[in-house]
């Protein structure tokens, strides 16, 4: 699980926070959506685990870019 919060645009850029799991900390995520980069902070120390989850953070933001942001917040989970 993924929670994805304060999911925003600044220019071309779309920007949140990203936690992990149980993780009590947050990673800074930005998508420039003219060329798809991603620039994001690390995973906390022990949640090295957690990469997959992190990719499927960014595709939702991938998903986002050139469309309407309807939530700032939102929670990615799978099977």
């Known amino acids: 699980m ?3 919060t304060d ?7 779309i920007v949140c926070c ?3 799991e149980d993780s ?3 990673i800074a995520i930005t998508l420039n959506e003219k ?5 994001a902070g690390r995973l906390p120390e022990g949640y090295e685990w957690c990469q997959s989850h992190f990719t499927y953070g960014v595709r939702y933001l991938r998903s986002l870019a050139g469309n309407p942001i309807e939530a700032d ?3 990615i989970i799978w099977y």
């Open 2 to 4: 993924i929670k994805m």
């Open 7 to 13: 999911i925003h645009r600044e220019n071309e850029m």
């Open 18 to 20: 990203a936690i992990v």
């Open 24 to 26: 009590k900390e947050s």
């Open 35 to 39: 060329n798809g980069e991603i620039d």
């Open 73 to 75: 917040r939102c929670t």
